[in-house]
């Protein structure tokens, strides 16, 4: 079980996407990497041009072993942050 739950309260407004992010990375530090992918994903989906969160969840797949994911995260890390070298070892 999750250690936290986000409230369900319809459609989440776009401004909660740092919100989402924080929450996904106290499940990493809980070991809870699957809620974590959901949390951060959810994060995306309100906000997809912050680069922090595909390089995070590009991480998270690859701890997972979801190495297509993995790419495909961070394949869009390096398209909102092109000189970032650690996000082009995944493309």
């Known amino acids: 079980m999750p250690f936290c739950q986000p409230p369900v ?47 995070n969840l590009c991480e998270l797949y690859r701890r997972l072993g979801s190495l297509e994911k993995a790419v495909a995260s961070g394949q869009r890390a390096t398209t909102l942050k092109e000189d970032d070298i650690d996000a082009h070892s995944w493309s």
């Open 9 to 55: 309260l319809g459609s989440p407004s776009p401004e909660y996407h740092p919100a989402y992010h924080e929450l996904g990375l106290l499940a990493v530090d809980k070991g809870q990497l699957p809620y974590a992918t959901q949390l951060v994903s959810q994060a995306i989906a309100l906000n997809d041009g912050v680069y922090g969160y595909h390089r």
